[in-house]
Nanobody, 126 residues
C-alpha cells in the first residue's frame, strides 16, 4: 500500500520560495512515477511536475523555470522547489505516485496517478 505525506507548505510573500516534501512509503516496483499537482479554489487540478525512477523530469509549461522536482530515491522522498512565487501559485499542492506501469504516462502534462497524499496548502500574498 502506497502512502504519501506532504509537508512544507505555508504562507509566503510574493517573490519568495518554498520547498515542499513528500514522504512516500509502500512503493515496491522498480518502475514508478511521482509527481506534484495543485488545485486552487475554483480551479481544476493541474500537473506541476513529475519524476520517474530514472530521474527523468517533466514540468508544466506554466511553471517551467521556477520549479525543480527532485527525489531521494533511497528514502523515497519527493521534493518540489518553487521560486519566485506568485499569488496565482496559491493552491493545495498534492503529491501523487504510481508504480509498475510501462509507457510514457509519467511524462504527460496531467497524468493519471493512482496514489495521492492529502495535500499541503501554499498561500502566496502580495
Amino acid at each position: 500500500q502506497v502512502q504519501l505525506v506532504e509537508s512544507g507548505g505555508g504562507s509566503v510573500q510574493a517573490g519568495g520560495a518554498l520547498r515542499l516534501s513528500c514522504a512516500a512509503s509502500g512503493i515496491t516496483y522498480s518502475r514508478y512515477c511521482m509527481g506534484w499537482f495543485r488545485q486552487g479554489p475554483g480551479k481544476e487540478r493541474e500537473g506541476v511536475a513529475t519524476i520517474d525512477q530514472d530521474g527523468v523530469t517533466t514540468y508544466a509549461d506554466s511553471m517551467a523555470g521556477r520549479v525543480t522536482v527532485s527525489q531521494d530515491n533511497a528514502k523515497k522522498i519527493l521534493y518540489l522547489e518553487i521560486n519566485s512565487l506568485k499569488p496565482e501559485d496559491s493552491a493545495i499542492y498534492y503529491c501523487a505516485a504510481d508504480e509498475g506501469r510501462v509507457g510514457d504516462y509519467c511524462y504527460q502534462r496531467n497524468p493519471y496517478l493512482a496514489y495521492w497524499g492529502q495535500g499541503t496548502q501554499v498561500t502566496v500574498s502580495s
